[in-house]
T-cell receptor, first 115, second 116 residues
């Protein structure tokens, strides 16, 4: 199993450009998440999905859109990139279990720089 | 909203010694889960250990153990017999009950340095 994969691994954008980050998981997980990691800030939740066709906002959703058209894929879109969106983006997935103690499996991250 | 605080931006320990990383959290919930994740220079997030709030017994995984003080809302990580491979960023994380749908709340992390 590949686990959680992210495409691309690195990207440089100019202000105002758009792009889509792709997350794929082969573990048949229901839940998927997008986080961003900034220096000194830890990881913060952008958006999440509890199943195909559903999405919800996390802590820092502004400037991002997401879609979950297939269970195994979770896309994160930037319609008009801004320098404040320079960050490392992580995707994660997990199975729902009673109580919530299930482990989240993380992808390797995407380093995005907006100039 | 829940918050997680890691008050030590950086810690240093000699190889083979023991080190404790601190974490406190704020919540009004009585049942929840706590995690420690390790992030080496490769950037990969790796689960180290987890603790269910309703369990009084502290979790242990080989050289890693926690000191969970529910009343004090404290969740520290102890690493025994530190090894060079333990050098990494360590993040404390909180999850609400309810199946885990709404993600993790992370602290800002502690950078652990292992001195040979």
């Amino acid at each position: 199993n590949a686990g959680v994969t992210q495409t691309p691994k690195f990207r440089v954008l100019k202000t105002g450009q758009s792009m889509t980050l792709l997350c794929a998981q082969d573990m048949n997980h229901e839940y998927m998440y997008w986080y961003r990691q900034d220096p000194g800030m830890g990881l913060r939740l952008i958006h999440y999905s509890v199943g195909e066709g559903t999405t919800a906002k996390g802590e820092v959703p502004d400037g991002y859109n997401v879609s979950r058209l297939k269970k195994q894929n979770f896309l994160l879109g930037l319609e008009s990139a801004a320098p404040s969106q320079t960050s490392v983006y992580f995707c994660a997935s997990t199975h729902p279990i009673a109580g919530g103690g299930n482990e989240q499996y993380f992808g390797p991250g995407t380093r995005l720089t907006v100039t | 909203a829940q918050t997680v605080t890691q008050s030590q931006p950086e810690m240093s320990v000699q190889e083979a010694e023991t080190v404790t990383l601190s974490c406190t959290y704020d919540t009004s919930e009585s049942d929840y889960y706590l995690f420690w994740y390790k992030q080496p220079p490769s950037r990969q997030m790796i689960l180290v250990i987890r603790q269910e709030a309703y369990k009084q017994q502290n979790a242990t995984e080989n050289r890693f153990s926690v000191n969970f003080q529910k009343a004090a809302k404290s969740f520290s990580l102890k690493i025994s017999d530190s090894q060079l491979g333990d050098a990494a960023m360590y993040f404390c994380a909180y999850r609400s009950p309810g199946g885990g749908a709404d993600g993790l709340t992370f602290g800002k992390g502690t950078h652990l340095i292992i001195q040979p």
